[in-house]
């Protein structure tokens, strides 16, 4: 070998040292990489989207600053290949160190002793980005074994992610995406090439380059870094050209603030994403928000100051439009309180649903007779909104008109903790966490409920009787459904809820609007601190509360009067003339005809009929009664039981056959009716199935007295209309001898008192109540 090669080539001695040196680098390296983790890379803002990735509301990371995340894939190529190239044009050959730009630097700094060329890669600007500091030269080590770090455990494509999210552009913005959004209104792959190329040179000067305040000086640098990519034939000429006649036009503008409580509530549940994407879409968002605020306007002087509106798209399956309050910034009246989500007393908006498992039992049908009369159910004694009794009443008038006692009555005949037990599979969490408490008011509204499991239990009706989730997020599955009611009975409720000769339909409605083809339901609350309003066609379900949610009430605010003109408002607006959208009798929903007296099938003594829906198997099926038969005296003065039928001078007739309770309300309220003659008086059998029913005071009750100035208790009972006297006993003891419609009262003594009473037939009946003084 010529000598010169042996002293170019290093011995063997040498090479083993330089081999043994660069693995104890190596070793070291990865020892170091083990003691000296990676920072924690800093968290990015949230946006919110709407269904078709318009931007609805954004929210500033921990550390008050607008970051938006874009990976690499959704980046314009055009962007990227701008950075790079400017940037660091032999990104994707290097290890996180450009050894050669390193060396050159170097030289030259030492050299000419100032810096005449940077040797950063972007590399390494992300490691200053994520670890800011002073340009020392001992830094300079720190970011360099950084920069190997950052490779070791990022791609190629990551770190890139990481520098585009990452680069400053002034004041609180960082990364591409945000500038893009607050600078120009757009989003990164929207970008013109001139916008692109400013977006390129901002970070190396954020300051002095503020598009919005040197858009001059940021033009004439854009433009030699235009002319320079022109040189280096990067991107096409007639592009280029284009791009340097396009003026520098960047306004700051703040981020969208639309369906701010649902954001709200998205960025709290979902704290760590990014990018959280819902369904709303945005021009029903806009146009219910914008019918909100003006009808909220026009009601403001009645005192009524919060509001909200849920939007579902029944077609979809989708939550729509989300409005918890018409205006977020609102701190005089609670305006960031999410009415969608709050708790709140539903009213009688749940009856719909009670009548609708009822028809599912078999215990009703839309034309059968329910008694809409006082009633004391153990101590619970509902009265209807307008103070008013209707007596005989049939189903679907008991739900169109939204009569209390027919579904307390229909409640208590399917059992609180049966309906309790439907709701919570339907999804409501307050009556969940209450099931156990709940009773017979819960058809009243004695229950809490949001807007949002409202509306969503009418989507039941609109789907069929069938439960599925609309879902608000894109990623969640809008596959769930679980049948909750049958087809029939959400086409019975269906068509009830549909008629518009109701008590429920606003003043002068018919006159002044037009009246959308829908279902709906109204509710008002006890003290008239709630109203709702809810409604369905084929397309759309839509939920409306009005109130305070300072829980003030207000006399004007009912359900009929305040929620229902704006929910028509709403359909008349998204879904107007929807007569093409409606529903088709289910074929296991059938026709029969029943007495128009009871609502029953025809019985022997039924004269006029009509037509009524029914479940075959499932609906009640028994023949009507309400005429009895009786045998009476040829003079019509007493009537005979079968123990003392005379063996001549008798006849048969037939009269109402109406239950004692009801009876007695006829008399209180003087509407005249047929009643049977009083029975033999020289009968010696005693009926005790027909014993007088105590209904004042409430059996087990505990009474409380004011003992300065004690009020008495009444005594009251239903008997049966041949009873012409009643006794009344306390504890034994004989108190007072009274006609049956006589009112009594008495004065009890502090503990337990027992109190019976006695008809003129023997028979009897008792209670106990217990009274304390304060």
Not at 174 to 190: I, R, T
Not at 582 to 603: D, E, H, I, N
Not at 681 to 686: A, D, E, G, L, S
């Amino acid at each position: 070998m010529h000598p010169v090669f042996k002293k170019i080539i290093p011995s063997k001695k040498t090479t083993i040292r330089l081999a043994s040196f660069t693995a104890g680098l190596i070793v070291l390296f990865f020892i170091l990489d083990l003691i000296f983790k990676l920072p924690p890379l800093p968290q990015y803002s949230t946006v919110v989207t709407a269904d078709k990735g318009e931007i609805i509301h954004a929210f500033l990371s921990k550390d008050e600053k607008w970051r938006f995340k874009i990976s690499t894939k959704e980046m314009h190529p055009d962007l990227k290949k701008a950075f790079i190239n400017k940037e660091d044009k032999y990104f994707y050959y290097h290890p996180g160190i450009n050894v050669f730009a390193i060396t050159r630097a170097a030289f030259n700094n030492i050299l000419k002793n100032k810096k005449t060329s940077g040797a950063s890669t972007i590399t390494m600007q992300v490691v200053r980005l994520l670890e800011p500091r002073d340009r020392t030269y001992l830094n300079k080590f720190v970011e360099i074994f950084r920069a190997l770090q950052l490779e070791l455990h990022y791609s190629k494509e990551e770190i890139l992610e990481l520098y585009i999210n990452f680069v400053p552009y002034g004041s609180n913005i960082e990364g591409v995406k945000a500038a893009s959004l607050l600078y120009f209104q757009k989003s990164p792959e929207q970008l013109s090439l001139a916008q692109i190329v400013s977006l390129t040179i901002i970070p190396n000067r954020p300051v002095s380059l503020n598009p919005q305040r040197y858009p001059q000086v940021l033009m004439a640098e854009r433009n030699k870094w235009l002319e320079r990519f022109a040189e280096g034939e990067l991107f096409d000429a007639a592009r280029i050209q284009d791009a340097l006649k396009e003026n520098v036009y960047a306004v700051r503008k703040p981020l969208p603030k639309k369906a701010q409580h649902l954001s709200v509530r998205l960025h709290r549940k979902y704290p760590r994403l990014t990018e959280i994407n819902t369904n709303i879409k945005l021009t029903t968002q806009e146009r219910a928000q914008i019918i909100l605020e003006n009808y909220m306007a026009r009601i403001k002087q009645m005192g009524i100051h919060n509001s909200a509106v849920i939007i579902f798209n029944n077609e979809t399956k989708k939550t729509e439009a989300y409005i918890g309050s018409p205006n977020f910034d609102d701190r005089e009246f609670d305006g960031q309180v999410d009415g969608v989500n709050a708790i709140r007393s539903p009213g009688s908006t749940l009856k719909p649903f009670i009548y609708g498992m009822a028809f599912d039992k078999g215990l009703l049908t839309p034309k059968m007779v329910i008694e809409d009369i006082p009633t004391n159910f153990d101590g619970y004694i509902p009265t209807n909104f307008d103070e008013h009794f209707n007596g005989l009443v049939s189903v679907e008038k008991s739900l169109a008109y939204s009569l209390n006692i027919p579904a307390v009555k229909t409640i208590e005949q399917l059992t609180p903790a049966l309906v309790t037990k439907a709701l919570v599979k339907s999804g409501f969490k307050q009556i969940k966490r209450d099931e156990a408490h709940l009773g017979l008011s819960l058809s009243l509204g004695g229950c809490g409920v949001t807007l949002e499991e409202l509306a969503h239990l009418y989507t039941i009706f609109a789907q069929n009787g069938t439960l599925y989730n609309y879902p608000i997020l894109q990623q969640d599955s809008s596959s769930f459904s679980t049948p909750v009611l049958s087809e029939a009975s959400s086409y019975m409720i269906s068509e009830i809820l549909t008629q518009i000769t109701r008590p429920d339909l606003p003043n002068n409605m018919q006159s002044s609007f037009h009246i959308p083809h829908i279902a709906w339901k109204t509710g008002t609350s006890y003290g008239r601190k709630d109203a709702w309003c809810v409604g369905y066609n084929k397309k759309y379900t839509i939920g409306v509360w009005l109130g305070n949610f300072d829980a003030t009430g207000v006399h004007e605010l009912t359900g009929t009067d305040i929620a229902t003109p704006l929910l028509f408002e709403l359909f008349n607006t998204l879904d107007y003339n929807s007569l093409q959208h409606w529903f088709f009798k289910p074929k296991s929903l059938q026709l029969r005809t029943v007495c128009t007296y009871s609502g029953l099938p025809m019985g022997e003594h039924c004269a006029e009929s009509m037509i009524d829906q029914y479940i075959p198997k499932v609906s009640p099926n028994q023949q009507c009664q309400h005429m009895k038969e009786y045998t009476v005296s040829a003079n019509l003065a007493y009537s005979y039981c079968t123990s003392c039928i005379p063996d001549g001078g008798y006849i048969t007739r037939t009269y109402p056959n109406i239950s004692a309770a009801l009876a007695d309300f006829y008399d209180s309220q003087h509407i005249p009716y047929e009643k049977p003659p009083v029975h033999n008086p020289m009968c010696v059998r005693i009926m005790q199935d027909q014993g007088p029913k105590i209904v004042m005071p409430t059996n087990n009750k505990e009474y409380l007295i004011e003992r300065a100035v004690p009020t008495e208790i009444q005594l009251k009972c239903i008997v049966p209309n041949d009873v012409l006297k009643v006794y009344w006993y306390l504890n034994g003891k004989f108190y007072k001898e009274a006609t049956p419609k006589e009112e009594v009262f008495f004065l009890p003594e502090e503990g337990i008192t027992k109190i019976s009473c006695s008809d003129d037939r023997g028979r009897n009946s008792s209670v106990s109540i217990t009274t304390d003084f304060y």
